[in-house]
T-cell receptor
Framework: EAQVTQNPRYLITVTGKKLTVTCSQNMNHEYMSWYRQDPGLGLRQIYYSMNVEVTDKGDVPEGYKVSRKEKRNFPLILESPSPNQTSLYFC?????????????FGQGTRLTVV | AQSVTQLGSHVSVSEGALVLLRCNYSSSVPPYLFWYVQYPNQGLQLLLKYTSAATLVKGINGFEAEFKKSETSFHLTKPSAHMSDAAEYFCAVSALGGFKTIFGAGTRLFVKA
């Protein structure tokens, strides 16, 4: 089954404790991205990657890091989480080069930083 | 630069009534346009997309949207609302062939019995 898998689904952590949210897709998509969803603001892009070892900042990259060492994986790293990073996070993938311009989303990770 | 504006953060309709969710976009190049739906505790899933093939686009679950270049609009409609349509709907625009997608703030649809 074609899917984007995020882990964990729910996470509560304390300020300053480094964490990683994993994202994996099995569709051989070249494009992957991370979004955060906050009430009234829709989805805002954090980082994106156009292919292996090619990443770039989205609209709200501060406080986040990413890496793309393999085509299927695109982890999101919070080196020192703060309460303002409490949000719902989504990973998405697509394949514009194959004509698949729509994004396939993971189930989301609800992060709470206390 | 691209942007998306969804008019109305909340829309309430009666079951069986017309659903109309409004979306206006701005883009400096011909855009790709999308509508996504999000059910509680789930990710977003694609309802329909416009990629310049036809101005009237039909999607899943009886939804359709019409691309109007002169009005820079891509409104979502469904002739008859069903209780299962209650969800949040997002309009999105991409002007780089899908590589950079901007989402609207979302419209939550309530369906009354």
């Amino acid at each position: 089954e074609a899917q984007v898998t995020q882990n964990p689904r729910y996470l509560i952590t304390v300020t300053g404790k480094k964490l990683t949210v994993t994202c994996s897709q099995n569709m051989n998509h070249e494009y992957m991205s991370w979004y955060r969803q906050d009430p009234g603001l829709g989805l805002r892009q954090i980082y994106y990657s156009m292919n292996v070892e090619v990443t770039d900042k989205g609209d709200v990259p501060e406080g986040y890091k990413v890496s793309r060492k393999e085509k299927r994986n695109f982890p999101l790293i919070l080196e020192s989480p703060s309460p303002n990073q409490t949000s719902l996070y989504f990973c998405a993938s697509s394949s514009p080069l194959q004509g698949r311009t729509e994004a396939f989303f993971g189930q989301g990770t609800r992060l709470t930083v206390v | 630069a691209q942007s998306v504006t969804q008019l109305g953060s909340h829309v309430s309709v009666s079951e069986g009534a017309l659903v109309l969710l409004r979306c206006n976009y701005s883009s400096s190049v011909p855009p790709y346009l999308f509508w996504y739906v999000q059910y509680p505790n789930q990710g977003l899933q694609l309802l329909l997309k416009y990629t310049s093939a036809a101005t009237l686009v039909k999607g899943i679950n009886g939804f359709e949207a019409e691309f109007k270049k002169s009005e820079t609009s891509f409104h979502l409609t469904k002739p008859s609302a069903h209780m299962s349509d209650a969800a949040e709907y997002f309009c999105a625009v991409s002007a780089l062939g899908g590589f950079k997608t901007i989402f609207g703030a979302g419209t939550r649809l309530f369906v009354k019995a």
